[in-house]
Nanobody
């Protein structure tokens, strides 16, 4: 089992920044490919960013490319999502997800086995 706990959500104005954290426990962190997803009200869950075991490989949705950065600190068992230049359309509940024993998890939420409880981001216009 893997437990994931997100933090760092909140209310921010358009153009602002936030950093989300996701702390993992229950399994060797370096065996986990990690991803961030989000779900806006009335919409399906969508991919945001993914990072490989080592952190060497990353992948982003087109909608956040150049604004968001995913990273991980394997010594702290934590993955981060730095969000800059936030827009109202970034408003959503953000979830981190883990896929064990895989170098890179990809963008399909069906490939991830473990999920956090989510943290809400509201971007005001």
């Amino acid at each position: 089992q893997v437990q994931l706990v997100e933090s760092g959500g909140g209310l921010v104005q358009t153009g602002g920044s936030l950093r989300l954290s996701c702390a993992a426990s229950g399994r060797t962190f370096t065996s986990l490919a990690m991803g961030w997803f989000r779900q806006a009200p009335g919409k399906e869950r969508e991919f945001v960013a993914a990072i490989s075991w080592s952190g060497a490989s990353t992948y982003y949705a087109d909608s956040v490319k150049g604004r968001f950065t995913i990273s991980r600190d394997n010594a702290k068992n934590t993955v981060y999502l730095q969000m800059n230049s936030l827009k109202p359309e970034d408003t959503a509940v953000y979830y981190c997800a883990a896929r064990p024993h895989t170098y890179f998890g990809g963008s399909d939420p069906e490939h991830y086995d473990y999920w956090g409880q989510g943290t809400r981001i509201t971007v005001s216009s």
